[in-house]
């Protein structure tokens, strides 16, 4: 550790303590979990469904594409409407007009005010009590039955093709006959009909429900709890103490007056000769740009489904690609992109650390990772395909189809062949990293240990994907989903990022190890103390206690503080392309650097702590506002990171290249002002729009078909179009730069050796 060790003390602790709370809190989110009643029945002893009922119903929903059609407990998809949201209203409103016709012969609409603030009292205390006996059985009223009998109904025939919701399905971007089977039908509205029941139920010995009073729904006193209030107000105070708290730090602890050190007359990545394994990465910076290039058309594909539910520009599509397959195909693709640009960045490395030569059957190992990488990307886009077209058999579609949840919907078995690749990747990585991390040198290896430890999280942590099943409790399901969406990809691979830049950075003689040391050091301690308990800010709502909440808010707000920076680190990222004439060639890497600067201050930074206290997810928990962030942080930040990753990979496997200042130009500045239009001019307004729909109605209503169809909304989601076609070009233009230079002709590389990369 020599001069680091407090550094390294400090970033052990950290992950020591921040760990015990993820899993201490997380063991309690399995003992919290919203039960599943055994048996839901009336007061007279009619059995209406059980607990098989319910789980088979949540397969049911998996199939359909889950959380890419519409959403459940505000996770996932935003066109079709939030069903917790949507059933709990309607069966609310069912009852209502049941308990009005049967008291006073008339609908709850035209009834005096009187008599409405009584029943609503009424059907407050039937809802929010909770009636699980000691057998484990729901017991309802026979009112109740009726109600979820005829919301039931309506779900079963907006999942048909039934006639009379056939403008409704178009609206929601619904294909006809979304789930043909009449059981599986009705066995999914048994599912809603839980989710919804824990949103409206109270949690044992408290007075908020099993969601934390959310969805926001006012005839039931669904309303934001005094600890929602309390943990938002701490969220804003952690975030002015831990800024203060950096900015002190940053001007009392760093050197100021480090002097720059002198350029290297040649750039030391060059003057080594490429290694087989190297020269095979090729094949990967194609597959990034061609998945790119498929994630954004079919990005704009998706886009539009909210304007023609089921057509293109008049053709009817969507009973061969419907909403929910391609906006999952939308999603997998960039996954597939970005974490194969990090993954090539790796392989391209390992060789340069281990001396500038490959271990033995290095580049076996790269081609068959490659084909691998191929092979599940097929087969995952082709098993939900088959799910969601219903032509798989249901007992197969979590394991080859469509596991049904954002992010992660690829199929169980698909997943599991993922972890494999990744594990493989690991294994290449290590071969030629520990040679020079176990070498008996001199040489500070506190860098390189650091490097090798990210290494080592992205290979392992994607495993906690695997750690809920079928059938497993949403609560549950979700606490390990969001390890992978958010621990693994906002925690590990935003150190691995930085260790890495700092490494290449330091090879070339442009930063001096000690600093670049240090900085990753103290940038990893920063990212793990609000990114790893920062995880709980997605769970606020979905099953769990007021604890969650309070180190969600409290911690999740601290991942905020180390954005604060970033202008700075682009300034002195920008710098660099003054330092020596062959930076010049560096010039679009670098820019897609401080694009990902940029765009983590404002896409993770402003919009991320815009949903991120408690009363403000309470209320756009669902949203549009959502994929401001969305977008802005996934591609803004790992997007833009992958691909400078890939340009700089291909500048040094294709040592001729010359990149074409036009098309880079209109690359970049497109994928950039692209983003720009496409948040500010629809994705955000429709955001704020439903905002307020929701604060003074509800969720319900923010996502409803009458609500959304309005002109003003359907004017903002075709503005949205200009954005994407600037986005689409900039898109093309910088992934044409890089097919042609993957397959333009390659100029012989200058003779290298490996002690000028030890230097």
Known sequence: MGPYKKHWYTLIALCIVMFSLLGYFGADIYRSAPPIPAQVATAEGKALFDKEDILDGQTAWQSVGGMQLGSIWGHGAYQAPDWTADWLHRELTAWLDLAAKARHGQPFAELPASQQGALRAELQAEYRGNRVDAQDRLVVSERRAQA????????????????????????????????????????MTHFFFWTAWAAGTERPGSKVTYTNNWPHEPLIGNVPSSENVVWSIASVVVLLAGVGFLVWGWSFLRSHDAPDLEAPKRDPLTTFALTPSQRALGKYLFLVVALFVFQVFIGGFTAHYTLEGQQFYGIDVSQWFPYSLTRTWHIQSALFWIATGFLAVGLFLAPVINGGKDPKFQKLGVDVL??????????????????????????????????????????????????????????????GVLPALFARNKEDKNLLALLTASVGAIGLFY???????????????????????????EGFFEVFATTALAFVFSSMGLVSRPMATSASLASASLFLLGGIPGTFHHLYFAGTTTPVMAVGAAFSALEVVPLIVLGHEAWEQWRLKNRAPWMASLKWPLMCFIAVAFWNMLGAGVFGFMINPPISLYYVQGLNTTPVHAHAALFGVYGFLALGFTLLVLRYIRPGLVFNARLMTV?????????VLMIATSLLPIGIIQFHASVSEGLWWARSEAFMQQPILVTLRWVRTFGDVVFIVGAVALSWQVVLGVFGARAPAAPRSAEALAG
């Not at 907006?158 to 006959?177: V, Y």
């Not at 497993?472 to 606490?479: N, Q």
């Open 667 to 675: 690359g970049f500045w497109g994928l950039n002002a692209g983003l």
């Open 148 to 187: 979820i009998a005829q919301t039931a109904a309506y779900y079963d025939q907006l999942f048909s093709d039934a006639p009379a919701l056939k403008k409704s399905r178009e609206n929601f971007a619904m294909k006809e006959n979304t789930l043909p089977s009449a059981e599986r039908r009705r066995q």
């Open 370 to 431: 490659f084909w691998a990488l191929v092979f599940v990307c097929v087969g995952s886009f082709t098993g939900n395909y088959l799910a969601i077209a219903q032509v798989m058999p249901a007992e197969w579609n979590f394991w080859l189809g469509h596991q049904g949840y954002e992010f992660i919907d690829l199929g169980r078995l698909w997943q599991i062949l993922k972890w494999v690749g990744i594990l493989l990747w690991l294994v290449l990585m290590l071969r």
């Open 463 to 489: 495993g906690a994907g695997l750690m809920y099943g079928e059938r497993t409790s949403l609560s549950v399901m979700e606490y390990w989903r969001w390890w992978v969406v958010h621990l693994w990809v």
